[in-house]
T-cell receptor, first 113, second 109 residues
Framework: NAGVTQTPKFQVLKTGQSMTLQCAQDMNHNSMYWYRQDPGMGLRLIYYSASEGTTDKGEVPNGYNVSRLNKREFSLRLESAAPSQTSVYFC????????????FGPGTRLTVT | AQRVTQPEKLLSVFKGAPVELKCNYSYSGSPELFWYVQYSRQRLQLLLRHISRESIKGFTADLNKGETSFHLKKPFAQEEDSAMYYCALSRGSARQLTFGSGTQLTVLP
């Protein structure tokens, strides 16, 4: 039972390049989330998916797109990376009801030069 | 709009001393509040949730709706408590979280 897995762990991009961050969970959770973590700002929600087939914007969605490929997988795409997107990205999942806790992945450290 | 405020970026205490990490929130509905913790080189994980009214690793947190606070307390800090602590508020159809900016706790020997 791996929980929430993310790939890659590290990535360096040049401005304007694109990439997709992958996330998968094996806990049969309904809801999945993408956050970015920046120093002094905590974690901010980028996009979320309440259930398979649905996605919604969070607090900071500009410059990102997401795909809920199936119940297990939720990917985050940067179409044209910018230095402001340098951050640590976390994927999380939860049952999505009541006071379920969220389970987090190990994070992807992205640097855009 | 919902907001979670953690006024202290850094907090240092000596081992055995009491510790309190502050969290204030603003939310129009009935809040569901959590404390998450990130130890060095580990994943972010749930520490406790207000609805459970439990003590985890000696930590407790009481929801005070009058003061809109959810402070985290421990009577005797241990060195292994050193970590980044985040207060979070759950809301919306997917129970998505709004996090505070975090408090880095260092427990000195």
């Amino acid at each position: 039972n791996a929980g929430v897995t993310q790939t890659p762990k590290f990535q360096v991009l040049k401005t304007g390049q694109s990439m997709t961050l992958q996330c998968a969970q094996d806990m049969n959770h309904n809801s999945m989330y993408w956050y970015r973590q920046d120093p002094g700002m905590g974690l901010r929600l980028i996009y979320y998916s309440a259930s398979e087939g649905t996605t919604d914007k969070g607090e900071v969605p500009n410059g990102y797109n997401v795909s809920r490929l199936n119940k297990r997988e939720f990917s985050l795409r940067l179409e044209s990376a910018a230095p402001s997107q340098t951050s640590v990205y976390f994927c999380a999942s939860s049952g999505g009801t009541g006071v379920d806790e969220q389970y987090f992945g190990p994070g992807t450290r992205l640097t855009v030069t | 709009a919902q907001r979670v405020t953690q006024p202290e970026k850094l907090l240092s205490v000596f081992k055995g001393a009491p510790v309190e990490l502050k969290c204030n929130y603003s939310y129009s509905g009935s809040p569901e509040l959590f404390w998450y913790v990130q130890y060095s080189r580990q994943r972010l994980q749930l520490l406790l949730r207000h609805i459970s009214r439990e003590s985890i690793k000696g930590f407790t947190a009481d929801l005070n709706k009058g003061e809109t606070s959810f402070h985290l307390k421990k009577p005797f800090a241990q060195e292994e408590d050193s970590a980044m602590y985040y207060c979070a508020l759950s809301r919306g159809s997917a129970r998505q979280l709004t996090f505070g900016s975090g408090t880095q706790l260092t427990v000195l020997p």
